[in-house]
C-alpha cells in the first residue's frame, strides 16, 4: 500500500502518539504492582 | 433485513482494518480508539456499583487497595466490553448508534482489539487476585467470560430472553467489591447482584423500544423485534414489579436500615409508576415514545439512588 507523504505524516503522528500512551500505561502498571506490595506490607 | 455472517464467522472479520462502513484504510489506531473499546460510558456505572459494593462490606482495606480493586473492576468490564466489540463489529456496522466504532469503522484491526481484550483481561484479574484476594479475581473472571462468552456471543443473537440473563453480567460488580473486603459472599451481596439483574431488563427494554428499528436492522432478537411492541411494554411492568420486591428486600429481611429502605421505597414506587406509563402508552413512532425515554433515563438514576443510599445506610450504622 502506497501512501501520500500526509497520510504518512498522520500515521507516524497516530503511532507515536499511541506509543507514548503505552509507555504511560507500562509505567503506572508498574508502579501500581509496588503501590500493591507496600500497602499489603503496611497492612 | 442487512445480511449477517454466520455465527461460525464471527469474530473474523473485519481483518486487516477492512472498513465496514466506507471509511478510510487507517491501520494505525489511535490511543482514543483503545479508550472507546472499553465502553468507557458503561465502566462508570460498573465503577459506581462495584465501588458501593466494596464501601458497604464489612471490613477494612487499604485505601490504596480499594482503588486497585476498583480499577480491576473497571479494566475488566473494559476488556469484556472489548471482546464484546470485536465479536459484533459486523452487527455494530449496520447499526446507525454503532457504526462510529472503532472496528465497523475501519480505524482499528481485529486481531487488535482481540489482543488487547485478552491483555486486559489478564491484567485486571491477575492484578485484583494480588491486591485483594483469589475469591475476588476469580469473581471478576467469571464475570468477563459471562459477559463475553454467555451473552454476546451465545445468548444475544439466539434469543429475546438475551437481556434477561445476560443482565447478570452487569450484576456481578457489587459481589466483586464486597469479595475484596471480605473473601467471600454473603446475602447483602447476593440481593445487589438480583437488584442488577431485575433492573437490567426494563432499563434495556425501554431503550430497545425506540430504537427498535437498529435492533431489527443489524437482525438482534430483542424483546420488540420478536414479541412485538405491546408485549415489551407488558414486560417492562412485570419487571418493575420484581425490581420494587427485590429492591425493598434488603430492608425487609433487616439487612439494612431505614436510611436505605424509606428512600429506596419511594424510588422503587416512581419506577413502578413510570413503567404503568410505559405499560399503558399505544404509540409506536420511537419520536412519540416519550413514557420510555422517560423511564429509560429515569432508570439511570433510580440505580445511582439505590445504590448511593445502600452505601449511606451501612456508613449510618
Known amino acids: 500500500m502506497s501512501w501520500s507523504p500526509e497520510e504518512e505524516k498522520a500515521f507516524v503522528a497516530r503511532r507515536k502518539r499511541r506509543n507514548l500512551v503505552i509507555g504511560l500505561v507500562l509505567g503506572a502498571f508498574a508502579f501500581l504492582f509496588y503501590g500493591i506490595t507496600v500497602s499489603r506490607m503496611v497492612s | 433485513m442487512a445480511s449477517i455472517p454466520p455465527i461460525a464467522d464471527k469474530g473474523r472479520a473485519p481483518t486487516g482494518a477492512l472498513p465496514l462502513s466506507g471509511a478510510p484504510v487507517l491501520p494505525a489506531a489511535e490511543w482514543r480508539d483503545y479508550w472507546a473499546l472499553l ?6 456505572l460498573v465503577v459506581f456499583t462495584g465501588a458501593c459494593g466494596l464501601f458497604a462490606a464489612p471490613g477494612h482495606i487499604h485505601p490504596f487497595l480499594a ?15 472489548a471482546y464484546n466489540q470485536w465479536w459484533e463489529a459486523d452487527i455494530d456496522a449496520v447499526m446507525k ?12 484491526r481485529s486481531e487488535d482489539a482481540l489482543a488487547f481484550a485478552n491483555i486486559l483481561s489478564v491484567a485486571s484479574v491477575v492484578t485484583l ?22 451473552y454476546t456471543v451465545w445468548l ?12 447478570a453480567a452487569g450484576a456481578f460488580p457489587p459481589i ?9 459472599v454473603t446475602a447483602l451481596p447476593l440481593l445487589l447482584f438480583a437488584i442488577i439483574f431485575a433492573w437490567t431488563p426494563p432499563h434495556f427494554w425501554a431503550l430497545a423500544l425506540f430504537v427498535r428499528i437498529d435492533y431489527e436492522k443489524a437482525g438482534i432478537p430483542m424483546l420488540p423485534v420478536t414479541h412485538g411492541i405491546p408485549e415489551t411494554r407488558r414486560q417492562i411492568l412485570l419487571y418493575s414489579f420484581v425490581l420494587a420486591a427485590v429492591a ?12 436505605y429502605g424509606v428512600p429506596a421505597t419511594l424510588l422503587s414506587l416512581a419506577f413502578v409508576a413510570l413503567a404503568g406509563r410505559v405499560a399503558r402508552s399505544t404509540t409506536t413512532e420511537a419520536r412519540d415514545m416519550a413514557a420510555e425515554k422517560a423511564l429509560f433515563k429515569f432508570s439511570l438514576l433510580y440505580l445511582a439512588g439505590i445504590f448511593a443510599v445502600l452505601v449511606a445506610d451501612r456508613w449510618a450504622a
Request: glycine share 12%.
Open chain 2, 97 to 108: 448508534r454503532t457504526a462510529g466504532r472503532p472496528l465497523p469503522a475501519g480505524r482499528m
Open chain 2, 156 to 167: 444475544k443473537p439466539r434469543t429475546p430472553q438475551n437481556i434477561v440473563i445476560g443482565g
Open chain 2, 248 to 259: 425493598v428486600a434488603p430492608w425487609a429481611l433487616g439487612l439494612l436500615g431505614p436510611v
Open chain 2, 129 to 150: 487476585g494480588f491486591a485483594t484476594n483469589w475469591v475476588a479475581a476469580a469473581w471478576l473472571a467469571f464475570s468477563i467470560f459471562f459477559y463475553a462468552v454467555v
Open chain 2, 39 to 44: 465502553k468507557p460510558r458503561v465502566m462508570t
Open chain 2, 176 to 184: 466483586i467489591g464486597w469479595a475484596a473486603v471480605t473473601g467471600d
Open chain 2, 67 to 81: 482503588f486497585v480493586a476498583i480499577l480491576c473492576i473497571a479494566v475488566g468490564a473494559g476488556a469484556a466490553a
